[in-house]
């Protein structure tokens, strides 16, 4: 343990001797930038530092003892772009400064930055934060247990998050300075707000985004602003700082909570529990400023009205707010709340209220607009008079918002009450790891589970005690289970500003069962840390080992069996083996690992690493080996047959660049590298006709044009022998190549909106587009493709096209059942288009071979179940 070293100030605008402990270089470095700031600057900051005028009601002055954000930074809020680094060392320094003020890390993101907030509140509540805590919790956990005047006494506590897009920056910078006016404001508008609130404030929801946009925005600009959109700086290179590392939308991610920014603000917001959440974002240039409410025919069903009133009685204080300083606004025009895994939606199903702002985008320091010159420290203003009037209405409205929240839990047990299906039961027996996987994001959002204690029958399917577990209804997160689990096919509006459905059974394809008795199904509580159930059955093989590809990760597995040069075999047929009296059977898909391949006179082989390589992946890759000591069967072809086809190593590369689909290529990136541990190459779409093809034999087609080279390179190296896999937003490159000879089923709609008024046209034909529905896929589990999956597959679904079976035998393994939809939104003219339509291709075309796909298969990272479809088409695509 180090002694701490302490700083001591007293000199010129410090009104008081200030004691700082020093522990650590970082500490030192921080206090010393603070301290230059206080010591050059010619006056002392009794007013708000920033280049435009912003009037602050209720604030005397600002203390000198706090930094402000140019001391640290070496700029001003507004004049220049707030590089990630610089935010948190700001926070940090406030942090060190000030007893109002704590920071914490919930995490890191994919490239190593911290994701900070910051707590901060009065320092007599920082005293007893514990037990603030410890109460707001108890809204949720006891809530009649809480009284009126319990609630009376008791602090709100509002998240207050700023630019989960990346390029859509003010947010951030709005957040650093209002964390320097909440811990430098003197005066009733901070001390009585701080004393009755807690503000968690994150400054920066994606760092990574907004890394790459700050570095382009800073990189490209001159000593003079330019306000010419044509200008470099207000072009950001692709993939832009919107998404995270592998290219998702942070926003879109609450629900499914599958990368670590999403995990660690899930964290810090279930152990919080607030009564508010807010969102900052930003939007066109031409705009104005948006809060909600939104557009009340898309208000989520699971939605208390209770959330709406408080919403629009929190509406009047941002009115307020931007009223004095003349910034216009709108509300309920645009944007909703039905897709429940957006951030100002999240908390609606949580007892809290999620507030959405945008404010019209300068993107630089400055840009052209219809209005005039839009500058950057504009857009910060209103951003952080938003943040002024949140804090403003949450402590004005505190007791109705903690009411609201205890009321919202209270009624928990009669919403469980009221609803037909009183729990899911989710099979641990079949598909045992997307079931945990499903598990784990159930338990992210505070689900209580629970192991099956005893045998039940549903809707004819068996579940074995022990062997799955319990979602019930009866819990305090009774309206979000509702919400995740049920499938839905009305809908009050026919548009959506995002998907429609995202119910998680589906997506995580397990067998699952809706139980509608009263009979509690409850064993002890489940709780899965990460994924189990890998085994070697039947000891050290001595023939061979058989890998079944029904297992999530069993693509891992074999990936590292290749990438140890291992020779393996797929079955193309199924077959029966007999070991010690038992008789199993492997179906089309099995993967065999002989111990002995080809040796000459003479070599003796050492069998030892396969064993232990077998032994690792039934652990790490939570997959089933089974030991085999014979390669002849009794039924079915026997292991080294004919039917048995060698596989080779997948060398892939994922099509990328400007005119790249971002959204479509990053879900093949993040599925491959970090859920499957396979490398992979992103080529640039302008260096395609450059670079050496040959090094690949799969190569992703995500969506998106090429040049006529480029095109012509990739067409030459599918038809000396490689592997295309396009997605759907390539089949339009797909289809203009000849690869595939496809009819589209074409209603003609004109006719019925000629008929509609003008004003009524632009939502018909809004009604017409599917922006996300779960259809129902059925495979041919003959074709390679289809190895391993059941013969019907949920997929997830946007884009209204439709294509006929191709007159090409075999060409379709894929294609939509009669009833078409499984839960979403779809119009009845596009329903007759569904059923029997083609959704799954695969051709060949020359030695190569084109796999052509209509669904999102790994949408947002969360389907699971459709992943495999994909990851088959890696592995088994030349085997048709």
């Known amino acids: 343990m180090h002694t701490p070293i302490f700083l001591r100030t007293g000199r010129g605008c410090l009104p008081r001797p200030v004691q700082y402990p020093i522990r650590n270089f970082f500490q030192l470095l921080i206090l010393s930038l603070i301290l230059v700031g206080f010591y050059t600057s010619p006056v002392c900051a009794q007013k708000l530092p920033f280049p435009l005028e912003m009037p602050v009601p209720g604030i005397t002055s600002y203390d000198p003892g706090i930094p402000t954000p140019e001391s640290i930074i070496g700029h001003q809020i507004g004049t220049r772009h707030t590089l990630p680094y610089q935010v948190e060392a700001y926070f940090r320094a406030v942090a060190e400064a ?10 890191k993101t994919y490239e190593g930055r911290n994701l900070i907030h910051a707590l901060v509140t009065s320092p007599e509540n920082h005293g007893r934060i514990d037990e603030i805590q410890r109460a707001n919790r108890r809204l949720s956990d006891d809530p009649r247990a809480v009284s009126a005047d319990d609630i009376s006494g008791m602090p709100v506590v509002v998240y207050q998050g700023y630019s989960i897009h990346g390029n859509e920056a003010s947010g951030t910078e709005a957040a650093v300075l209002y964390l320097y006016h909440l811990a430098a404001g003197q005066g009733p508008a901070v001390d009585d707000a701080l004393d009755h609130a807690v503000v968690i404030l994150d400054p920066m929801y994606n760092p990574d985004g907004r890394d790459r946009f700050t570095d382009w925005v800073n990189r490209y600009r001159g000593a003079v602003p330019v306000s010419d959109p044509q200008d470099r700086e207000h072009n950001e290179g692709w993939p832009g700082g919107r998404t995270n590392h592998y290219w998702f939308d942070l926003n879109r991610d609450w629900l499914p909570a599958q990368h670590p920014e999403s995990q660690g603000r899930l964290a810090v917001f279930h152990s919080w529990r607030p009564q508010v959440l807010t969102d900052h974002h930003e939007m066109g240039t031409g705009s104005t400023f948006f809060f909600q409410p939104g557009i009340p025919t898309r208000n989520n069903p699971h939605t208390p009205q209770q959330t709406y009133d408080l919403t629009y009685a929190i509406a009047e204080y941002h009115a307020a707010g931007l009223d004095r300083i003349g910034s216009s606004y709108y509300t309920e025009e645009s944007f909703d709340d039905f897709y429940l895994g957006k951030g100002s939606a999240y908390p609606d199903v949580h007892g809290s209220l999620g507030i959405l702002f945008e404010q019209a985008s300068s993107r630089a320091l400055e840009r052209e607009s219809t209005d005039g010159v839009l500058h950057y420290a504009f857009t910060v203003r209103n951003q952080f008079a938003a943040s002024l009037s949140t804090l403003e209405a949450v402590v004005a409205l505190r007791e109705r918002l903690l009411e609201n929240q205890r009321r919202f839990y209270a009624e928990a047990p009669a919403f469980a009450d009221d609803s037909d299906v009183k729990a899911w039961v989710v099979s641990l027996d079949e598909s045992r790891t997307r079931a945990q996987k499903l598990a784990e994001v159930l338990q992210r959002h505070r689900v209580e589970l629970y192991l099956l204690d005893q045998d039940v029958n549903i809707d004819g399917e068996d579940y074995e005690a022990g062997k799955a577990y319990v979602v019930p209804m009866d819990q305090a997160q009774a309206r979000f289970v509702h919400a995740v689990m049920e499938k839905n096919l009305e809908f009050e509006d026919s548009l959506f500003y995002d998907v429609s459905t995202w119910t998680l059974p589906l997506a995580f394809d397990v067998k699952y069962g809706e139980y509608r008795s009263s009979k509690d199904l409850r064993g002890s509580v489940y709780h899965i840390d990460a994924p189990d159930g890998g085994r070697v059955e039947g000891g050290r093989a001595s023939f061979a080992y058989l890998l079944p590809w029904d297992r999530y990760y069993a693509p891992r597995a074999l990936y590292r069996l290749l990438e140890a040069d291992i020779s393996v075999r797929v079955a193309n047929k199924s077959f029966t083996v007999e070991e010690h009296g038992v008789s199993r059977r492997f179906e089309r898909g099995t993967i065999v690992v002989p111990l002995h391949g080809r040796t000459v006179p003479g070599e003796t082989v050492d069998t030892d690493p396969i064993h232990d390589l077998v032994e690792n992946s039934a652990r790490e890759d939570h997959v089933i080996y089974y030991a085999v000591s014979s390669g002849s069967t009794p039924e079915g072809p026997d292991l080294g047959g004919a039917s048995m086809s060698t596989l080779s190593l997948p060398e892939i590369a994922i099509l990328s660049g400007r005119g790249a689909s971002s959204s479509a290529g990053g879900e093949a990136w993040h599925l491959l590298s970090e859920k499957f541990h396979i490398p992979v190459s992103l080529l640039d779409m302008s260096r395609v006709s450059r670079v050496d093809l040959d090094r690949y034999n799969v190569i992703v087609h995500p969506g998106g044009s090429m040049d006529s080279v480029a095109t012509d390179a990739i067409m030459a190296w599918i038809r000396s022998g490689g ?32 008929a509609l008024p003008f004003s ?30 059941p013969e019907s597959l949920p997929v997830f679904r946007q884009g209204s096209t439709f294509y006929d079976i191709p007159e090409s035998a075999g060409q379709a393994f894929g294609v939509y059942s009669d009833r078409g939809i499984l839960s979403g939104y779809i119009s009845s003219g ?43 088409a890696v592995f088994f695509g030349g085997l048709f």
């Open 760 to 789: 009524e046209r632009s939502a018909a034909r809004g009604a017409q587009a599917i922006g996300g529905s779960i259809f129902e896929l059925q495979l041919d589990t003959s074709h390679p493709l289809a190895y391993g999956l």
């Open 98 to 107: 000030s007893d109002r003020v704590t920071l914490k890390v919930h995490g």
């Open 723 to 754: 592997r295309l896999i396009a997605m759907p937003s390539a089949m339009s490159w797909v289809l203009s190549q000849k690869l595939l000879d496809l009819t589209a089923r074409t209603p003609d709609m004109d006719s019925v909106f000629q």
């Open 830 to 872: 596009k329903m007759k288009d569904l059923p029997g339509s083609a959704g799954a291709f695969a051709a060949r075309s020359g030695r190569g071979s084109v796999i052509a796909f209509m669904d999102r298969l790994s949408f947002r990272a969360f389907w699971y179940g459709s992943d495999r479809l994909f990851l088959n």
